[in-house]
């Protein structure tokens, strides 16, 4: 069974970019890697998801090797708004093995 | 518009007491979760549903059961609440309509509850 592990901090700077890893040492075939952002006093809200190679949508890009045993969510230009905690998912759907495994967040703190 | 929303908001109560935290949902979403949030311990799932009338347990089950008697609402009861079952609790929902788990959660805000 898959298990997830991200840092649990991180500092940078408005206008860098941000790279955040999660490993997931044990994913299976059928895993799919999913992250989401949670803001203080909020529920966490979707970001990108993946299978393997690289996704891009509109705020964040997802690189997932060939291996899949990690992925990196990239936050491009980073701005005040995007400290928060950001989850790493990793979705089990096989069969009667269904499993969602959390990792539990890296907290992203942006600087002025 | 659609959204999903979390009733009560704070809630405190006393060790023995049976509890309700309601969950309601107007995306006509198949899927339905409650987790809890804790610090240290990150999103943990405690039932999920795919259906009405379908229930499953999820990783934390002990001391909570749920409800599936319509595509809305997921509610989650407290038996017999424990002080360890001071959490902030999430409820979400998601589309799937062929039990799968990958498609995106739309989390609701969130109940935060004190056990005495």
């Known amino acids: 069974l898959a298990k997830t592990t991200q840092p649990i901090s991180m500092d940078s700077y408005e206008g860098q970019e941000v790279n955040i890893t999660c490993s997931h040492n044990?994913?299976?075939?059928?895993?799919?890697i999913t992250w989401y952002q949670q803001f203080p006093s909020q529920g966490p809200r979707f970001i990108i998801q993946g299978y393997k190679t690289k996704v891009t949508n509109e705020v964040a890009s997802l690189f997932i090797p060939a291996d899949r045993k990690s992925s990196t969510l990239s936050l491009p230009r980073v701005s005040l708004s995007d400290t928060a905690v950001y989850y790493c998912l990793v979705v089990t759907n096989a069969g009667n093995n269904r499993k969602l495994i959390w990792g539990l967040g890296t907290s992203l703190a942006v600087n002025p | 518009d659609a959204e999903i929303t979390q009733s009560p908001r704070h809630k405190i109560t006393e060790t023995g007491r049976q509890v309700t935290l309601a969950c309601h949902q107007t995306?006509?979403?198949?899927?339905m979760f409650w987790y809890r949030q804790d610090l240290g311990h990150g999103l943990r799932l405690i039932h999920y549903?795919?259906?009405?009338?379908?229930?499953n347990k999820g990783e934390v089950s002990d001391g909570y059961s749920v409800s599936r008697s319509n595509t809305e609402d997921l509610p989650l009861t407290l038996e017999s609440a424990a002080s360890s079952q001071t959490s902030v609790y999430f409820c979400?929902?998601?589309?799937?309509?062929?039990?799968?788990?990958?498609?995106?959660?739309?989390f609701g805000p969130g109940t935060r509850l004190t056990v005495l």
């Open positions: 979400a929902s998601s589309e799937s309509i062929s039990l799968k788990l990958t498609d995106t959660q739309y």
């Open positions: 995306w006509n979403h198949n899927n």
């Open positions: 549903s795919y259906g009405v009338h379908d229930t």
């Open positions: 044990n994913i299976a075939t059928n895993d799919y």
